[in-house]
């Protein structure tokens, strides 16, 4: 049975679910998931797992995440993208490319920033979208993410409106939709997302990605090996200390030499499991054979 990961280009209009479907069907088995959603107006990468790989779907979600998208500014929306209700116009006319600039910094680093209401997070066990929906208020808690690159690659002025190009690397739990948001806000004009494309989770970019129609003739899985030596820090083993492994054991007086979670290999360049270090042992994340 096959497993590894699929790296979909995630057309627009498809919510994550519909892809994960897709691949379900393409694969012929039930056991696939995603290691992140994408809004359904958004493009781009959307790593995928099959068989045994959705198993380290949880620990792939801690990647960072590049974007690029393009910020309306001088109108808000319901949904701070452009799916949503228009609920105010501010024209923008007078806002330069120098005052982006110059909010942009605040929107760097480590940053408290609030969620888009209507997403995917539970309020008391109830999606907030679902809320919004439904006319409930929702106040959602800030939560601390780290923005490392926010760079302005275009500035158009047309009208009312100025349209923003940037390009985001984040870590994840960061919503794109929110940084627009905050920066019209800041600028006093309203913004909202126009356009989004996920160009990169952790180390699979676009160039790995394939289209629906192109996994539907040719399915493109990444082994288990591969993603693992990909998206973590490696350790090669002896023959003893994989056996081991293999029974979920401390590997003990092991330098792992490395935080986090260390993607444990045996003599053949078997991908066996995830380690981590904790005081002069290493002890299992989670075993994969």
Known sequence: MTSGIVVVDKPSGWTSHDVVGRIRSIAGTRKVGHSGTLDPMATGVLVLGINRATRLLGHLKLADKEYVATIRLGQSTVTDDAEGEVTASTPAAHVDEVAVRAVLP???????????????????????????????????????????????????????????????????????????????????????????????????????????????????????????????????????????????????????GAAGPVAVFGPSGEFLALYEQRGVDAKPVAVFV
């Open 106 to 256: 605040a929107y760097t680093g480590a940053i408290e920033q609030v969620p888009s209401s209507v997403s995917a997070i539970k309020v008391d066990g109830v999606r907030s979208y679902a809320r919004v929906r439904d006319g409930d208020p929702v106040k959602l808690a800030a939560r601390l993410v780290t923005v490392s690159t926010l760079e302005l690659t275009d500035f158009r002025s047309e009208s009312d409106v100025v349209d923003l190009d940037v390009r985001v690397v984040c870590s994840s739990g960061t919503y794109i939709r929110a940084l627009a948001r905050d920066i019209g806000a800041d600028l006093g004009v309203g913004g909202h997302l126009t356009m989004l494309r996920r160009t990169r989770v952790g180390g699979f970019g676009l160039d790995r990605a394939h289209t629906l129609d192109e996994l539907a003739i040719d399915l493109d899985v990444i082994g288990l090996d591969e993603v693992a030596r990909t998206s973590f820090a490696a350790y090669d083993l002896d023959e003893e200390q994989a056996a081991d492994v293999r029974f979920g054991r401390t590997l003990g007086a092991l330098d792992l």
